[in-house]
């Protein structure tokens, strides 16, 4: 029998990755989830964000503070958000299951 507890996990994707722009609000990082699934937001914690993917202090105050980052979802809810953590805060060529084909079976030919 399939529990509550890990339908949920299934619908935010608990241990996948995602590229996500994170927008700061209160001090946190949130992001939209990518996934349709996921009734709940991305939170990052602003102690995950590295200091070169923030803007420089004197920039913070005249525009908004976002950052692309890959986010893993782990198992935790703060504040009716998935708390997601950075592996990855420099987003050239890393590729997220966001971006992966989630049906292996249904790919694209070419005519030759």
Do not use: W, Y
């Amino acid at each position: 029998m399939t529990s509550i507890r890990n339908q949920l996990e299934s619908a935010v994707g608990v241990g996948k990755r995602f590229r996500v722009t994170l927008e700061e609000r209160d001090g946190e990082f949130v992001a939209a989830h990518p996934l349709e699934s996921s009734p709940l937001p991305i939170v990052v914690s602003r102690e995950e964000i590295s200091a070169e993917t923030l803007p420089a202090e004197s920039e913070a105050d005249t525009v908004p503070v976002e950052a692309e980052v890959v986010v893993e979802i782990t198992d935790r809810v703060r504040d009716g958000r998935v708390i997601g953590r950075v592996v990855e805060s420099d987003c050239g060529g890393v590729e997220s299951d966001a971006d992966s084909n989630p049906d292996p079976n249904s790919s694209t030919t070419q005519n030759e």
